[in-house]
């Protein structure tokens, strides 16, 4: 089973920065696409970010071009985000999720970003 786990969360003033890491907790991470999504109060929960399993391919959601960069070490088994000139608008919480195949069908619990303006 594989358990995702995320940390980095806070709260930052506008324009700050913050690192998300996801903790990936089983053997055969590479074979994994790794995501960041987010779900603020009221909303449904929208993607930020992805990369492939060979971090070769990233995507991301327009608003976060730019500013976020999506990462992953496999010697650490750990996928991240960087997040640069946070808006308050970035206020969600944050979601690690993994794919092994087409769907982003494994999920963490999430860790709360707050920007203040």
């Known amino acids: 089973q594989v358990q995702l786990v995320e940390s980095g969360g806070g709260l930052v003033q506008a324009g700050g920065s913050l690192r998300l890491s996801c903790s990936f907790t089983?053997?055969?991470?590479?074979?994994?696409?790794m995501a960041w999504f987010r779900q603020a109060p009221g909303k449904e929960r929208g993607f930020v970010a992805s990369i492939n399993w060979n971090g070769v391919t990233t995507d991301y959601e327009d608003s976060v071009k730019g500013r976020f960069t999506i990462g992953r070490d496999t010697d650490k088994n750990m996928s991240y985000l960087q997040m640069n000139k946070l808006k308050p608008e970035d206020t969600a919480r944050y979601y690690c999720?993994?794919?092994?195949?087409?769907?982003?069908?494994?999920w963490g619990q999430g860790t709360q970003v707050t920007v203040s303006s």
């Open positions: 089983r053997r055969l991470f590479s074979n994994y696409a």
């Open positions: 999720a993994a794919a092994e195949y087409e769907a982003f069908d494994t």
